[in-house]
Structure formats: structure tokens, C-alpha cells
């Protein structure tokens, strides 16, 4: 079942890829009613994805137009992905390193493009925002709330046929995610070695050992100062 952190990532695509769109444009593009699309586009509204603005010059009551406050992406992950394996098999005999190298310097270069994305302010927002930008068919992704953290599942990897000529660029969707997001990232699931998906654990930031050691000494302090207080 496709959740829906995809199903918004999906609609930000769609605003993103045509500059903006009304609630009609998006029933037409979806399927999906215009309830559970107000639902899907609150959800950006507040997270600071999208904005509303109002067509003018039109008679009657003008529609609302639902715009992208992000920088439109320049090319989704598929496009790199050609344009990578054209660099990787020019320099392929320099070996596993270097194709490293090359790698890590797309996804700099795709992260620079993409760099508002971590502006938006809760991490869910951020992934859905994420794969919005990075694949053309954001229906092909998954996002499953894990405790705090997330999992991301890719069902159409875009770099899987490039990953089987150089594997090492497996890499790449693991830094992407690590760089747009801000989280730790950790693989899980890989079709390149057999499994039916590529999955993700993004990882929320938590209070460090030091920060519990001074809300706990903080909260012994207040207990020392209410006790001297009743005696």
C-alpha cells in the first residue's frame, strides 16, 4: 500500500513540474477527491511546501492556484542517472575509487540544486519533499513511519540498472537522502543484491548522552531547590 507521504510527494511534483496547479488540475492528474486532496495539501500548505494564490482575471469567483515555494528541480534523479553512467564509463578504467569520487560529486551537485529542501521544518515533510524532487514517479516510493524515524522503500530504483554495471553508485541514493534530509541514513534492503526493494531508515535526530546529563542535573537541581524550599 502506497503511503501517504508518497501521495504528497506525488502532488508536489505535479505543482513543482507545471509551476503550479489547481484542485481541478490535480483531481484531473490523481484520481483522488477533492477531500482527501484539501487533506494532502494542508499538509504542504503548513509545512511550507506549497502556497495558495488566487487567479485573477477571470469572471466569477477566480480558482486557487496551489504554487511550489521551493525552487523547481532542474532534473529528477533519472536524467543524472544517464548523464552519470556517460561520465562513468568514460573514466571506468580509473578504478573502484574514482567512481566513488564521481559519485559523491553528483549527489553534492544534485544536493546544491535541491538545497531549500532543508528549510522545511518536521523530517516528514523533508522526505516528502525529497522524493518529490529526486523521482518522476513519486508513487513508486513508500514511507512508513518506524517509532520516530522513517523507512523509505523504492520499488523502481532510478539507478538500479547503472548500479549493475558500477555498484559502487549504490551509494548515491543513500547520500542523496543523508544531504537533502538531514538525517542519518541507514540501508536496509538492496535489489541490487536480490531483495524485492531498495528500503531506507532515516533516522531523527535525539538528545545526546550530554544534553540527558544536564536535563537530568537540571532536574535534580530544581528538586534540591523546591526541597530547601519546603524546609
Known amino acids: 500500500m502506497i503511503g501517504r507521504n508518497a501521495t504528497r510527494a506525488q502532488l508536489l511534483h505535479l505543482i513543482r513540474e507545471r509551476g503550479g496547479a489547481t484542485l481541478r488540475d490535480l483531481q484531473q492528474a490523481t484520481g483522488l477527491s477533492r477531500?482527501?486532496?484539501?487533506?494532502?495539501?494542508?499538509?504542504?500548505?503548513?509545512?511550507?511546501?506549497?502556497?495558495?494564490?488566487?487567479?485573477?482575471g477571470r469572471v466569477?469567483?477566480?480558482?486557487?492556484?496551489?504554487?511550489?515555494?521551493?525552487?523547481?528541480?532542474?532534473?529528477?534523479?533519472?536524467?543524472?542517472?544517464?548523464?552519470?553512467?556517460?561520465?562513468l564509463r568514460t573514466v571506468g578504467g580509473q578504478g573502484a575509487r574514482q567512481t566513488r569520487r564521481i559519485a559523491e560529486a553528483a549527489a553534492d551537485e544534485i544536493a546544491r540544486r535541491h538545497r531549500d529542501i532543508a528549510t522545511l521544518p518536521s523530517l516528514e515533510a523533508r522526505i516528502t519533499a525529497a522524493l518529490g524532487a529526486l523521482l518522476e514517479d513519486a508513487r513508486t516510493a513508500e514511507v512508513r513511519p518506524v517509532g520516530g524515524d522513517y523507512e523509505v522503500v523504492l520499488r523502481d530504483c532510478p539507478l538500479l540498472a547503472l548500479a549493475e554495471e558500477f555498484p559502487q553508485?549504490?551509494?548515491?541514493?543513500?547520500?542523496?537522502?543523508?544531504r537533502l534530509v538531514g538525517a542519518a541514513v541507514e540501508q536496509r534492503g538492496s535489489m541490487l543484491r536480490g531483495d524485492p526493494c531498495c528500503s531506507f531508515l532515516l533516522k531523527a535526530k535525539r538528545p545526546g548522552r550530554r544534553s540527558r546529563?544536564?536535563?537530568?542535573?537540571r532536574e535534580r537541581v530544581g528538586a534540591d531547590v523546591r526541597g530547601g524550599a519546603h524546609g
Open 213 to 217: 546529563r544536564v536535563t537530568r542535573r
Open 60 to 87: 466569477g469567483r477566480p480558482p486557487i492556484v496551489y504554487e511550489p515555494t521551493l525552487a523547481t528541480p532542474q532534473r529528477a534523479l533519472e536524467s543524472y542517472a544517464a548523464i552519470l553512467g556517460a561520465v
Open 35 to 56: 477531500s482527501a486532496l484539501r487533506q494532502h495539501l494542508t499538509i504542504l500548505e503548513r509545512d511550507g511546501a506549497v502556497r495558495e494564490r488566487l487567479m485573477r
Open 169 to 178: 553508485i549504490c551509494q548515491i541514493t543513500r547520500e542523496l537522502l543523508h
